[in-house]
């Protein structure tokens, strides 16, 4: 069974520029998490799609970010502009729908770097 | 909200003994999950243990133990016979309850550095 993967794994950009995320979930998996790590600090959540709604985006920045799941598989997100405090790891995380949902399996992260 | 408060940003442990990595949470919730999860360098996140809130037992993984005092809003999270494999940086997370799946909240790490 593949797993969670995610593209690219590093990117560096220009404050201004925009940058888009893909992460494709496990096969089947309902649940689709996206979640920030910037500067060493703590995991951050950013939002949660169940299928392609989304049921919590509360943790997502500001209007620079941009979340979207076609038709329930893949997702990705968008930084548009980019700005300097947006770099970071960015991971992605699925489960299986329902109570069988408890654990969430993550992609390796995106590495962002915004100059 | 809750929170998760790991105070050891580094731990260091000779290969084949025991260290134990501390995570204390806020919640006002009564029932809910715990996670620890493991980061290698440069490899993915993987679940290393979890424990409900309502089972008073703790969980065991192999070597990977966890202390759940619920009174105490602790969750510390015990290697034994530490093995070169287990360097890596170590997540405590928190979870509320739901059937629609929900966020983790994460501490902001531990990294674990075994001797040899």
């Known amino acids: 069974e593949a797993g969670v993967t995610q593209f690219p794994s590093h990117s560096v950009i220009e404050k201004g520029q925009t940058v888009t995320l893909r992460c494709d979930p496990i096969s089947g998996h309902d649940n689709l998490y996206w979640y920030r790590r910037v500067m060493g600090k703590e995991i951050k959540f950013l939002l949660h799609?169940?299928?392609?709604?989304?049921?919590?985006e509360s943790g997502m920045p500001n209007n620079r970010f941009l979340a979207e799941r076609t038709g329930g598989t893949y997702s990705t997100l968008k930084v548009q502009p980019a700005e300097l405090e947006d770099s970071g790891v960015y991971f992605c995380?699925?489960?299986?729908?329902?109570?069988?949902?408890?654990?969430?399996?993550f992609g390796p992260g995106t590495r962002l770097t915004v100059t | 909200a809750q929170t998760v408060t790991q105070s050891q940003p580094e731990m260091s442990v000779q290969e084949a003994e025991t260290v134990t990595l501390s995570c204390t949470y806020d919640?006002?919730?009564?029932?809910?999950?715990l996670f620890w999860y493991k980061q290698p360098p440069s490899r993915q996140m993987i679940l290393v243990i979890r424990?409900?809130?309502?089972?008073?037992q703790n969980a065991t993984e192999n070597r990977f133990s966890v202390n759940f005092q619920k009174a105490a809003k602790s969750f510390s999270l015990k290697i034994s016979d530490s093995q070169l494999g287990d360097a890596a940086m170590y997540f405590c997370?928190?979870?509320?309850?739901?059937?629609?799946?929900?966020?983790?909240?994460f501490g902001a790490g531990t990294i674990l550095r075994v001797k040899s």
């Open positions: 919640t006002s919730e009564s029932d809910y999950y």
């Open positions: 799609f169940v299928k392609e709604s989304k049921q919590d």
């Open positions: 995380a699925s489960s299986p729908p329902g109570l069988a949902g408890y654990e969430q399996y």
């Open positions: 997370a928190y979870r509320s309850p739901s059937p629609y799946g929900n966020k983790l909240v």
């Open positions: 424990q409900e809130a309502y089972k008073q």
